[in-house]
């Protein structure tokens, strides 16, 4: 059994094993900080340069302790480990990282060509020990990852994490940091890695204090959607989330993490020399990934030694026009829907320095192999983000949803399902949020509805009050009762094809090309081990015909015995994907 894994970091709390614990915060806006537990003992905290405050004091693990920065105010430890009762505003917890034990002291990882990857919310499947529970499942499926939504603390008692204040504390709603864990542990025991979704590109609304003592946290002259732009080019703050990625992947043993919208975080130089330190941090033994979330398609950011892959948003809102035809807010820039669904498939991203209203947007993509790219037929965001939280699955038949399914698992890219999508789940995904203060309620609900009222399709309409209880248990997937269990076996079956036949080689695939066969359906290819992978895709109500058809050696990977009969004489049945393989 291992002692346990420990990240060493200059903030926050470290107990030194003898009843006495360090504490450092950094709070260069002060002159005087001072150290208070709640066995009543206090202390005041030692000047060290650059801002930094420091004592070592008598606190057990499980002591709580908080910082008094005035007469007025006491604050958390932004790096608090762990928040007593997951209150963001009250004490947090000295924590003891190497008491777990660990079974899986071997596990390295698996390599980023085998992720297939099933994106979940904690809260929602019933905590840290909830989706310990659904782990076989998922192993059974095929998927080789799961990807968790924000876990930092957030206020109150559901979110969509996203509104986390304290980076470093797993969400008590949650569970424990054991309970973590033990998840982790089990996931690993399956073969399954686990994948952080992390926030460094702003804090929540409720509960953030680093502007009352550390204003240099924060870069007044850069502005993004949640207020003042992170000023990561402060050492001290850049190194802050540095070691917090640092933290997640060496004292809970994560294989790897998902940035959200680095865009906003607006320092390109920063994120490689983060992707640069991980690497070097944590060595060539272990399989690490870091995935971006960038609006900017940054392709510059991707690649060896770098970060892993992209959420590729420019695939799902192509495919997501061509699927329901829908082109309000940003769909609108996917017109005409197929030539920017073609161009992903041939080269990455749609936009690649291209006009993307009044602006330009992306860099070229296509020298990068296939596997840069994560795609994806629904998300969180691309669910939630909606006034309603439709799935794919009540907008688009089911018919048309395995031929969309089939294209995800069997494309050389690397694939995300949104959990409840093995079930062909109905519920909706909304958003939601537990806020106390009535006034930030009041600003949450009515920024949402106020959000989508320029939307033809949601006009008149009521959208659900986020901080309503009903909105996060609406939210629970479940299985569809007619399509659940036939779904389930249709996409075990393509990863299981997947697996086989095309993860092996998607580090070197290249496009051979992919062309229109008519206004919803299309022919794509890749060089894939020394073959020839296409995808023949109709999601059209009509037949179309297939001009040049696969040879009669051809292998095929995916279609019945007659739609493969169809397709070889040259006409594609509609609403199905066949792929086949050629040397």
């Known amino acids: ?71 007025s105010l006491a604050v958390p430890d932004p790096a608090s480990r762990r928040q007593r009762g997951g209150d963001v505003h009250g004490y947090s917890v000295v924590t003891d990282p190497l008491s777990f034990a660990w079974r899986n ?32 499942h998922l192993a059974s499926l095929g998927v080789t990852a799961i990807e968790l939504m924000p876990i930092a603390q957030f206020p109150g008692e559901r979110n969509w994490g996203y509104d986390g204040v304290l980076p470093y504390a797993p969400a008590a709603a949650y569970g424990s940091p054991e309970d973590l864990k033990a998840m982790i542990d089990t996931a690993h025991d399956l073969g399954l890695m686990v994948f952080l979704d992390v926030v460094y590109n702003h804090f929540g609304p409720d509960g953030n204090y680093l502007g009352a003592y ?21 050492p001290q703050v850049g190194d802050y989330f540095v070691h917090n990625a640092l933290y997640w992947i060496q004292e809970f043993r994560f294989d790897g993490l998902r940035f959200d919208a680095v865009h906003a975080i607006g320092n390109p130089g920063w994120l490689a020399s983060l992707a640069s330190r991980v690497h070097a ?15 900017a398609n940054q392709a510059n950011l991707l690649g060896r030694g770098r970060f892993d892959a992209q959420w590729n948003d420019d695939f799902h809102n192509a495919l997501h026009v061509l699927l329901t035809g829908e082109k309000e807010g940003y769909y609108a820039h996917y017109e005409p829907a197929m030539e920017k669904l073609l161009r ?29 790219f994560v795609n994806f037929l629904q998300n969180h965001d691309q669910v939630g983000n909606r006034a309603f939280g439709d799935r794919l699955t009540t907008l688009v038949d089911a018919a048309t949803m395995q031929a969309a399914l089939a294209l995800l698992l069997l494309a050389p890219f690397v694939p995300m399902l949104f959990m409840g999508e093995e079930w062909a789940s109905r519920t909706p995904f909304l958003f939601f949020t537990d806020f106390t203060d009535d006034d930030l309620r009041d600003a949450v609900r009515d920024g949402r509805r106020k959000e989508f009222a320029a939307f033809a399709s949601f006009a008149g309409e009521e959208i659900p009050d986020p901080n309503e209880y009903d909105t996060f248990t609406a939210s629970i997937p479940r299985r569809d009762s007619a399509e659940g269990e036939h779904r389930r076996l249709f996409i075990r079956d393509l990863i299981a094809l997947r697996h086989k036949y095309v993860a092996p080689y998607i580090d070197d695939a290249r496009s ?36 040049q058809p696969p040879s009669p050696s051809a292998a095929w990977l995916h279609g019945d015995a007659a739609e493969i009969a169809s397709v070889s004489r040259g006409l594609l049945p509609a609403r199905r994907t066949v792929a086949c393989l050629e040397s």
């Open 1 to 71: 059994m291992s002692a346990g894994y420990v990240h060493a970091m200059p903030y926050g709390a470290r107990s030194l094993g003898d009843g006495r614990t360090r504490f450092r915060l950094w709070a260069p806006d002060l002159d005087a900080v001072a150290l208070e537990c709640d066995t009543g003992h206090t202390a005041a905290m030692r000047s060290l340069d650059d801002g930094w405050f420091e004592c070592i004091c008598p606190a057990e693990v499980g002591v709580g302790y908080r910082f008094r920065i005035d007469a």
């Open 105 to 136: 002291t071997e596990w390295k990882g698996r390599p980023w060509r085998e992720a297939v990857v099933y994106e979940l919310h904690v809260g929602l499947l019933g905590g840290f020990h909830g989706v310990e529970m659904i782990l076989p």
């Open 214 to 234: 550390a204003s240099r946290f924060f870069d007044e002259s850069v502005h993004t959607p949640w207020g003042a732009a992170i000023g990561v080019s402060a």
């Open 281 to 295: 941090a944590v060595g060539p033994d272990r399989h690490v990934h870091l995935i971006l979330e960038n609006e």
């Open 344 to 372: 992903t498939l041939r080269e990455g991203f749609a936009f690649q320095g291209d006009m993307m209203g009044s602006r330009r947007r992306g860099e070229p993509s296509g020298h990068l192999a296939p596997s840069r």
């Open 512 to 547: 051979l090309g992919a062309e229109s066969l008519g206004e919803r359906a299309f022919r794509a290819s890749w060089s894939l081990g020394g073959q020839a992978l296409t995808l023949f895709v109709n999601l059209g109500d009509a037949d179309v015909t297939i001009a």
